[in-house]
T-cell receptor, first 111, second 114 residues
Framework: SQQGEEDPQALSIQEGENATMNCSYK?????LQWYRQNSGRGLVHLIL?????REKHSGRLRVTLDTSKKSSSLLITASRAADTASYFC???????????FGAGTRLFVKA | DGGITQSPKYLFRKEGQNVTLSCEQN?????MYWYRQDPGQGLRLIYY???????QKGDIAEGYSVSREKKESFPLTVTSAQKNPTAFYLC?????????????FGSGTQLSVL
């Protein structure tokens, strides 16, 4: 089973534009994380937001969390061609130990 | 140079054969994980281990087995019972301590059936 579902499945934008990806999940969580994956590689952690936080920033990344709607969004500002990758949200369930991933959003940034 | 090492990068399995994927970490992490990724899909949890000599099934454990005899190592065996093993396999580790929950991933093993 997959706890998180990302939307959209794929996104194509021009360099310099902002990219927004959304994630919805089903159960109560301890935290929500976003990861990036370049094709054929392992995942790299981008940012973690806890269930008692509403917004977090890291460089060009902005993450929001709405626990009442069980949803999160990842905003990448001023995108670059190098941001082309798949982005996954992942959740740690409340009281659990497993980290469960969504299906991902494939982002393509055109130079 | 700390991190997670997966080997081999590519692996081919013949019909009825068991194969073992290696995962080693030198990050001193207690928790280790195996995920399976099919083309264009997300990650599905196969097995995870919170501590040495202990492991639990994830969402798709059938046809797979693991061991955790050492803190640094968490090998995954894909058995002949796994009828559709072709996928990209990712190993990860984490300290799981509050403030350090993020997963560190290896570079993956691509398993294909001959």
């Amino acid at each position: 089973s997959q706890q998180g579902e990302e939307d959209p499945q794929a996104l194509s934008i021009q360099e310099g534009e902002n990219a927004t990806m959304n994630c919805s999940y089903k159960t109560s969580i301890n935290n929500l994380q976003w990861y990036r994956q370049n094709s054929g590689r392992g995942l790299v952690h981008l940012i973690l937001i806890r269930s008692n936080e509403r917004e977090k920033h890291s460089g060009r990344l902005r993450v929001t969390l709405d626990t009442s709607k069980k949803s999160s969004s990842l905003l990448i500002t001023a995108s670059r061609a190098a941001d082309t990758a798949s982005y996954f949200c992942a959740t740690d369930k409340a009281g659990g130990f497993k980290t469960i991933f969504g299906a991902g959003t494939r982002l393509f940034v055109k130079a | 140079d700390g991190g997670i090492t997966q080997s081999p990068k590519y692996l081919f399995r013949k019909e009825g054969q068991n194969v073992t994927l290696s995962c080693e970490q030198n990050l001193n992490h207690d928790a280790m994980y195996w995920y399976r990724q099919d083309p264009g899909q997300g990650l599905r949890l196969i097995y995870y281990s919170q501590i040495v000599n202990d492991f639990q099934k994830g969402d798709i454990a059938e046809g797979y087995s693991v061991s955790r005899e050492k803190k640094e190592s968490f090998p995954l065996t894909v058995t002949s019972a796994q009828k559709n093993p072709t996928a990209f396999y990712l190993c990860a580790s984490s300290s799981r301590q509050t403030g350090h929950e993020k997963l560190f991933f290896g570079s993956g093993t691509q398993l294909s059936v001959l």
